[in-house]
């Protein structure tokens, strides 16, 4: 048997707002922006060269899911970016005016900077050694 993880829920406050940082800044690939009717769209959207996992934006219905916008891992780094590209990605990134908390570091596991999505989710841009 094979498995593997297709798509992550992220919630969001706003589809558009989402795709112009995902798309716009990050560089994910748009795989599918449908209208599903009353204002729900089904938006799926992937790193460059993923080839299996993906995020699937969600709009935040109501107060329950909209407290959770940017905290639904409870301020831990929540998602990992692996990149075969560690300085190019964090330049092209700092560029497109993505917010780094942190100056690159090398662990020994690799190198590693933190940033967040302007929702407020807290991600690893990450190169394993």
Known sequence: ???????VALVVPDYDA??????????????????????????????????QTRLLLARAVGPAQEQVVGAQAGGRVFL???TDDFAGDHARMTAAGVEFEEAP????YGSVAVFRDPFGNRWDLL???
């Open 1 to 7: 048997m094979s498995q593997h993880l297709h798509a």
């Open 18 to 51: 989402a795709l112009a940082f995902y798309v716009g800044k990050l560089g994910f690939t748009l795989i599918a922006d449908e209208d599903q009717g009353g204002g729900k769209r089904w938006v799926m959207v992937a790193p460059p060269g993923a080839a």
């Open 80 to 82: 990992f970016l692996h």
């Open 127 to 129: 190169q394993p050694a």
């Open 105 to 108: 570091r090398h662990e020994a």
